[in-house]
C-alpha cells in the first residue's frame, strides 16, 4: 500500500501545484523528487538519469513534429489564412453552429491522419479567430480539440489512431476490426463530447461569459482584422496539402513542411515583416514540449517505483467478469503511465495472452483495449492534456474541466457501453 502511495501522494501533489499555477516543470521536479524519496530511490540519480532520459526522450521524438504543427498554425495567424477561414466559415453557417463545425473539422483532421499534437497548434487559430466572431469563452477550445481527435478517432473503423493500430501487432486483427461495432460506438463517443461542448456553450452564456485574450492576442487579432481580407476558400489549400498526402503514406513532416511553405506562398503580400515567417511557432512549441517533456519525466520515473509494480501486478491479477477485469486493468496501466499508448502497449503485452485462451473474439478484446486505455490516461499529468493547454494559452485550473469530462468522464462511459455491447453481440463461448 505504501509503495502505491508513493506514487498517487506525489502525483495529487503535482495536480493541486498545477492548479496553483506553479510553473509545470518546476512542479514536475518537485513532485518526482519527493516521489523518489517516498519510493526509496536514490533522488539524486532518479533526477538527473530516469527523468532527464523520460525527458529528453520525449523531445527526441516529437520536436520536429510538435515545432513544424506550431509553426503551420502560427503561419496560419501570421498570414491571415486563420481569419479568412473564420470569416468564411461564419459568413456561411453564422456563428450559432461554432461549436459543432469546429468539431467536426477537428474530427475530419484527425480521421485524415493528423497526429493531435499537431492538430492542436492547427485549430487553435481558427477557433481563436471564431470563438472572437461568435463572442464564446476561450476556455471552450481544449473542449472542441478533445470532442474532435479524442473520441471517435480512437475507437472508429480504419481510423489511423495509434491506440487502434497497436493491438493489431498483439492480436492479429486489423485496423478495420469490427467495422460496424467499431462505428457505433466511435458515433456515439464523438456525439457525447459535441453534445457536451453544446451544452457547455449554454452554460457559458448563462453566466454572461465573453470571449477575452491576453492584450499581446487581442493586439494581434485587431491587426489582422484592419487588414484587406482573402478568400477564404484559399485558406484550405493549405490544409489540403497537410491532409490529403496522409491518405497516401505521405509522413506528416513533410506535410507539414508542404503547407508552411504554402502559407508563405500565398500570403507573402500580407505579411509585414518576412523574416516573422522563419521564426513562427517556435516559442509555442518551445514552451509546449517543455511542460509536456516535464510531466513525461515524472513518469519516467514513477515507471522505476515499486508502486509501479504493485499496480502491475495487480491488473494482471485481477479476477471477475473477463472484459470488466480486462478493462479495469488496461485503464489502471494507462494511468500509471500517463499515456495511453503505453498502458495499452503494457496490457496487450501481459494480459491479452490470458484472456484470449478464454475464447475472447480477438476484435472485441482490441476495441475494448482501444477504449479503456484512453480512460484514466488523461489525468492532470498527461502530456496531450498539458500540451492542449499550452498551446491554448490556458492553465489547467482554466480548460482542464472539459478535457477531464471529455476524455475521462465520457470515455468511461463509452467503455461501459462497449462492454455492454460486447456481451450481448459476442458473447464468450
Known amino acids: 500500500m505504501w509503495s502505491v502511495l508513493a506514487i498517487v501522494i506525489p502525483l495529487l501533489l503535482l495536480v493541486v501545484l498545477i492548479w496553483k499555477r506553479v510553473n509545470i ?13 517516498m519510493s526509496n530511490l536514490n533522488v539524486y540519480d532518479s533526477l538527473t538519469v530516469n527523468y532527464m532520459e523520460a525527458f529528453v526522450g520525449y523531445i527526441q521524438s516529437y520536436w520536429p513534429l510538435i515545432f513544424l504543427g506550431a509553426s ?3 503561419a496560419m495567424q501570421l498570414g491571415g489564412g486563420a481569419e479568412d477561414l473564420a470569416n468564411l466559415l ?6 450559432k453552429y461554432t461549436i459543432a463545425v469546429l468539431c467536426v473539422t477537428t474530427l475530419v483532421l484527425s ?18 479567430n471564431m470563438f472572437k466572431k461568435a463572442d464564446l469563452p476561450r476556455h471552450l477550445i481544449p473542449a472542441v480539440v478533445a470532442a474532435g481527435s479524442f473520441t471517435a478517432v480512437n475507437l472508429g473503423p480504419g481510423s489511423p489512431s495509434v491506440v487502434n493500430n497497436i493491438p493489431v501487432k498483439y492480436l492479429g486483427t486489423s485496423a478495420t476490426v469490427l467495422p460496424v461495432f467499431s462505428a457505433v460506438i466511435a458515433a456515439s463517443f464523438f456525439l457525447l463530447a459535441m453534445f457536451y461542448c453544446i451544452w457547455q456553450e449554454k452554460v457559458a452564456r448563462k453566466k454572461g461569459e465573453h470571449f477575452s485574450a491576453d492584450e499581446e492576442t487581442l493586439q494581434m487579432m485587431a491587426e489582422y482584422e484592419k487588414k ?11 490544409l489540403a496539402l497537410v491532409v490529403i498526402p496522409l491518405f497516401f503514406g505521405v509522413d506528416v513532416l513533410y506535410t507539414l513542411l508542404m503547407g508552411w511553405i504554402a502559407i508563405a ?15 513562427c511557432g517556435v516559442t509555442d512549441a518551445m514552451g509546449a514540449i517543455v511542460a509536456t517533456s516535464a510531466v513525461v519525466g515524472f513518469g519516467g520515473v514513477a515507471m522505476q517505483t515499486a508502486g509501479y509494480t504493485t499496480l502491475v501486478d495487480t491488473a494482471t491479477s485481477m479476477g471477475g467478469s473477463p472484459l470488466i477485469s480486462f478493462s479495469l486493468g488496461t485503464a489502471l496501466l494507462s494511468g500509471a503511465c500517463g499515456s495511453g499508448s503505453g498502458g495499452l502497449t503494457l496490457a496487450l503485452e501481459t494480459l491479452a495472452p490470458r484472456y484470449l485462451e478464454m475464447g475472447i473474439n480477438p476484435g472485441v478484446l482490441h476495441k475494448i483495449a482501444s477504449a479503456a486505455c484512453i480512460t484514466l490516461d488523461s489525468l492532470p499529468h498527461n ?10 494559452h490556458l492553465t489547467h485550473k482554466e480548460g482542464y474541466r472539459h478535457l477531464f469530462a471529455i476524455t475521462v468522464v465520457g470515455s468511461t462511459i463509452i467503455l461501459i457501453e462497449t462492454i455492454i455491447l460486447a456481451s450481448i453481440f459476442y458473447p464468450i463461448p
Request: overall charge positive.
Open 228 to 238: 484587406e481580407h482573402g478568400n477564404g476558400a484559399i485558406a484550405f489549400i493549405p
Open 383 to 392: 502530456g496531450v492534456m498539458v500540451t492542449v493547454l499550452a498551446c491554448c
Open 72 to 74: 503551420f498554425g502560427k
Open 25 to 37: 516543470a518546476v512542479s514536475a521536479v518537485i513532485c518526482t523528487g519527493l516521489m523518489a524519496f
Open 265 to 279: 506562398v500565398l500570403y507573402w503580400k500580407k505579411i509585414d515583416n518576412k523574416i516573422e515567417i522563419l521564426n
Open 90 to 95: 461564419t459568413s456561411k453557417l453564422g456563428t
Open 111 to 128: 480521421y485524415g491522419g493528423v497526429s493531435c499534437y499537431v492538430i492542436v497548434f492547427v485549430i487553435y487559430p481558427i477557433a481563436l
